[in-house]
């Protein structure tokens, strides 16, 4: 039934997490308790091993970088963070909101949407999506479905469509074009 962590929010985080991500109070009751169901040692943090017990992302091809995407760094997204807390966990999810007519949030923009995709696609985390990137990515989506020729020819045609400046890689910019 959740860990003890789970009673350790007060009024003022439900505020300070609504203002930050646009959910409710009762959404966020709910995904502290499933962050809660998650933290099984009650750490008060998750690493990504604790996230593949997420049973859609387990079976996810690309749920490894989905996860990933969880563990990089906002104000530095070469760095991966060895742990997630509560907040973290909450304003990545808040990515996948949909942004509300009445009440628009900055955390669901189709440019933070954007961002996580191009962050998925970035294997190597260096700021550019390379041929090599776009590979392991395609190869772990469609699996032995499609002959690695025919994965291969699709990277050369999406990087000859969206690399503009032709430096073998797409950029955020690019990437957000695209």
Do not use: W
Request: with cysteine; glycine share 4%.
């Amino acid at each position: 039934m959740g860990s003890a962590s789970s009673t350790l929010l007060t009024e003022e985080d439900y505020t300070q997490i609504h203002t930050e991500t646009g959910f409710t109070e009762p959404q966020i009751r709910r995904l502290y308790q499933r962050f809660s169901h998650l933290d099984k040692r009650s750490k008060g943090y998750l690493t990504q091993q604790d996230m593949m017990l997420i049973p859609e992302l387990a079976v996810n091809p690309l749920g490894s970088q989905i996860i990933e995407a969880f563990f990089t760094d906002e104000s530095d997204p070469s760095q991966s963070l060895g742990e997630v807390n509560f907040r973290q966990f909450v304003r990545t999810l808040a990515r996948f909101r949909k942004n509300s007519s009445t009440h628009p949030h900055e955390m669901c923009t189709i440019n933070k949407k954007i961002e996580f995709i191009f962050r998925v696609y970035d294997k190597d985390k260096d700021g550019m999506i390379s041929k090599t990137d776009l590979t392991q990515v395609l190869s772990a989506m469609v699996g032995m479905n499609i002959p690695q020729e025919h994965v291969h020819s699709i990277v050369k045609r999406t990087m000859k469509e969206a690399d503009e400046d032709k430096d073998n890689f797409i950029s955020l910019e690019e990437f957000k074009k695209n």
